[in-house]
């Protein structure tokens, strides 16, 4: 049995970031735009948490506030 903590979420906004960033930067560099749409919002979570640097909480304070 493993230990692990709850990935964080991203609310339908932030994911709609995360794809975005995944376009630009792409750190799965065989993906195409098309199959960055496809990808299920767990595995755009995954991505961020792996790929960006500081990981889902750093994502997210990169982002402006979801009230503006």
Do not use: Y
């Amino acid at each position: 049995m493993t230990n692990q903590k709850p990935m964080e979420e991203l609310t339908p906004n932030q994911l709609l970031e995360a794809r975005n960033w995944i376009k630009d930067c792409c750190p799965w560099g065989d993906l195409q735009e098309e199959q960055v749409d496809e990808l299920t919002d767990d595995e755009v979570t995954a991505g961020i948490a792996r790929h960006f640097e500081g990981g889902i909480s750093e994502f997210k304070k990169s982002l402006p506030p979801e009230d503006q």
